[in-house]
């Protein structure tokens, strides 16, 4: 179907990228909680089920970095139903597999294909409108994906039994079906770039390899130290691999990530707020969990539940960005989201006994953190940056996001591992305080260099395809 009936259709558009995201989102939190029933019906050892949800993140990350190059080659209409395809069949494979085999692959295709997404939709779904449109997209895709993140610990305690684990799988597969009918009547074609650069396998090449490495390190540093040459070895070269993909796609004239766009642009803020506010809330939300299950004594499933208030969390980050993204107030959104995950830290060291109600509160202050950091950086990025780079400039900032992300887990078990146990947990927190803390830092750091300006986006550049943001000294 060449003709979209839909495509000017503004709610048609957003309602396709949230349920392209949304489920798949909510399931890889989630899977970490009924991975045991599905070792049980299915027959997996623990060792693999313990690898699963690390390398699905592994798959969702890298996807970023595929799926950039892949957009400029391939129909972006075509790539996007493609990928819709793919995650529908990859689902129903997931939802009626008999062997763990086949549900490994299947969940291993799903996260490369959910990676891939992500680029595949949200630049456009933040340029095609324009800026009078930015406000509710904001708020929708920050209450929607960020709210995935929030939801699945609760979806997991939900499902925490015999064969419902099957019901996720199967409610995403449907979404799916949805997401890929509606894509059919609402996406026009969107021609790839002409003339096509070289493949740059020397981005591809670096992120599979750094990411595998990575992956390889964490897994094994949730039962063995930091001294471990197992875990280290592997662990250290994969952030090598990091510095070198960026070193060299810095120094690459027509290099896939625009790296020099980046660093010579607000974006930085941005990129800051991105990744170190993804990665204070996954160790707090493991944290957390760590206390009510290990040291409370209460089961995963009431753990789980008692995170609830992080989805409220994220609704009202994604009002307050809503409000101020517009604004001169957007350069510094990502500073004083850091600050609440901070707080939220600080109150989980400060709470003593450590409850269930306390509990609550710090998964709200820390998702409310989130909810001004994860999803508002990307959106920084899309108003500073040129949008002809937009796509591969957030395929970077996704790669050491999700990243980050991942890292997380294994890092609250390693910590609890090497310490006593309630000395380990606040270790925790007192890393995320810290790293809240540089990221305040950092970000104060790049808008004084730069002399940013306290004042509103541009708007009128961002609709002609320019810089909304701009720095006098970047």
Known sequence: MRDAPLRRYYPA????????????????????????????????????????????????????????????????????????????????????????????????????????LLIVALPPMLTTFGAKRLPPTGLILVASLFGSVTLGPVVGSVLDGPSLWRTAFAGDTIVALVALVLALFTLAPRPAAQPLPAIDWYAICVASISTLLIFTGVFRLETTGWLEPHATIPFALGVCGYVVLIVGEFLRRDGLVPVRALLG??????????????????????????????????????????????????????????????????????????????????????????????????????????????????????????????????????LLRLTGGFIAGPGVAHTIYQFHLREGIDQIYETVVVAAAVGIVVIATILRIAHAPLRDPDLAAFDAGHAALVSPRI
Do not use: K
């Open 13 to 116: 558009h957003i309602l396709l990228v949230v349920c392209s995201l949304f489920p798949g989102l909510i399931n890889t939190v989630a899977f970490a909680m009924i991975a045991p029933h599905v070792g049980v019906d299915l027959g997996g050892s623990q060792a693999l089920l313990a690898a699963v949800p690390l390398a699905a993140d592994a798959a969702l990350a890298f996807g970023s970095i595929l799926s950039a190059e892949v957009s400029r080659r391939v129909d972006g209409r075509n790539l996007f139903v493609c990928l819709l395809a793919v995650s529908f069949v990859s689902a129903a494979c997931e939802a009626t597999a008999t062997h763990i085999v086949v549900f490994v692959a299947a969940l291993l295709v799903h996260a490369l294909a959910a990676g891939m």
């Open 265 to 398: 642009s607000l974006a930085l803020a941005g990129a800051c707020a991105t990744v170190v506010g993804n990665a204070c809330y996954a160790a707090t939300a493991d944290a957390t969990i760590a206390v009510l299950t290990r040291v409370d004594g209460e089961p995963l499933r009431v753990a789980g539940l008692a995170l609830w208030p992080g989805v409220l969390g994220a609704v009202a980050g994604a009002f307050v960005f809503a409000r101020v993204m517009t604004t001169r107030w957007v350069v510094v959104l990502g500073a004083v989201g850091l600050v609440f995950s901070g707080a939220a830290a600080v109150l989980a060291l400060r709470a003593q006994p450590f409850g269930v109600s306390h509990a609550q509160w710090v998964i709200f202050a820390a998702a409310f953190g989130a909810g001004l950091t994860i999803v508002p950086g990307l959106f920084l990025i899309a108003l500073s940056i040129e949008r002809a780079m937009l796509g591969r400039a957030m395929a970077l900032l996704n």
